[in-house]
């Protein structure tokens, strides 16, 4: 072997080593080599600004702007944080096929409880863990868990519940008793930034070449918590507001931080709106209780409202289940079957435009016939 092509060698396996440390894997290896040639090399989105991107090599980070085919082609992937991208020249061409992405419905329905979202916003991609973090403060709220863990589900994506700020209650138990009544097999971490209490519990998500992403209301300790576990200040935090009793506002962008322990945190601003986009498979997760007893209704189309035989209101009436609980899971119900109704509703139109156009094709060329 020519010593030119030993030192070709010798840097694309340091490159690969490079790239693993950010989470390459076999998964996005084989749809490089089947999409691309080598002019072309691969890097994580690291961070999003308004009209560029940080992107990471490994070795090297920096700023880089996206091809226009991906500003004005719908059937491509548009860049977010923990996106693999293909790129030359600080141009980024392409997506790679994601493993998986955190998604939810675009925000903007400024409090209108029966308005629906009429787009996707990709919060992360290529995520091994995403964190719920809740305060033990004012921002303690078991319904919005609740929908926390249903958006999770819906995406494919594995969840742990992190209670923050520990250190305010006297008896702070009791807060992962309740978490754990809604949260069936979810793993639930008490924590205190202010003392590093339980930090350490959070240490084996975070192992080589993982990638966890955080969502939870803005000032609930998500950046403090970045902060803690990485051993210094990598994100801005506010302090606690007298006036309301919570954490402000401080997270403005998504970025990816590799942490000393050797994985990675993306960084969220705060959610209001927890929308749903996609119901695959959210609610019977979320919600394993009322899925399981659903089994023993009378009727096998049973909606649990006022139907004779319904099990999953004996369990109600009984004291099994709390009127809490069945009630959020009704409410997401009928989101997930809003959005399966406006996704078929959708494709009946395509398919009615389609055969209209058609039959109009028919209709000009008999035309012509006649004419003829």
Avoid at 86 to 93: A, E, L, Q, S
Avoid at 247 to 262: A, E, N
Wanted: proline share 4%; aromatic share 8%; with cysteine.
């Amino acid at each position: 072997m020519s010593t030119m092509k030993t030192l070709e060698t010798a840097y694309a396996m340091d490159f690969v080593h490079s790239l693993s440390k950010l989470g390459w894997s076999p998964f996005f290896q084989t749809h490089l080599d089947n999409l691309y040639d080598g002019k072309l090399e691969p890097a994580r989105v690291v961070g999003v600004r308004k009209n560029s991107f940080y992107v990471s090599q490994g070795k090297k980070e920096f700023l880089a702007t996206v091809a226009g085919k991906l500003n004005h082609q719908i059937d491509c992937l548009y860049p977010v944080a923990g996106d693999w991208v293909i790129m030359t020249d600080n141009v980024i061409y392409s997506v790679l096929p994601r493993k998986n992405a955190l998604s939810r419905g675009a925000a903007g329905r400024h409090g209108k409880e029966k308005a629906q979202p009429t787009r996707e916003q990709v919060i992360a991609a290529n995520l091994d863990t995403v964190f719920v973090v809740c305060g033990l403060d004012r921002d303690f709220n078991i319904r919005r868990i609740e929908r926390c863990l249903t958006l999770i589900y819906n995406c494919g994506l594995n969840p742990a519940i992190i209670l923050t700020k520990g250190d305010l209650q006297i008896f702070p138990e009791k807060f992962i008793r309740q978490v754990e009544t809604v949260a069936f097999g979810v793993p639930v971490h008490l924590v205190s930034a202010k003392d590093s209490h339980g930090l350490n519990q959070l240490e084996a998500y975070l192992s080589p070449g993982k990638t966890l992403t955080m969502i939870g209301s803005s000032g609930a300790g998500k950046s403090t918590l970045v902060n803690r576990l990485y051993g210094k200040s990598v994100q801005p935090t506010g302090l606690v507001s007298e006036n309301v009793g919570k954490g402000k506002h401080t997270t403005t962008s998504r970025d990816l931080i590799v942490m000393p322990q050797g994985g990675m945190v993306i960084d969220n601003p705060g959610i209001r709106e927890i929308a749903f986009w996609d119901g695959d498979g959210g609610i019977e997760l979320a919600f394993p209780e009322i899925e399981r007893l659903s089994f023993e209704c009378r009727f096998s189309d049973c909606s649990h409202m006022h139907e004779p035989g319904c099990r999953v209101n004996q369990a109600l009436i009984e004291g099994e289940i709390t009127k809490d609980r069945i009630e959020s899971y009704h409410k997401m119900k009928r989101e997930m079957m809003y959005l399966s109704d406006r996704r078929h509703k959708t494709s009946d139109r395509v398919e009615k435009e389609r055969w209209k156009a058609v039959a109009l094709k028919i209709k000009a060329a008999k035309k012509r016939r006649g004419n003829g």
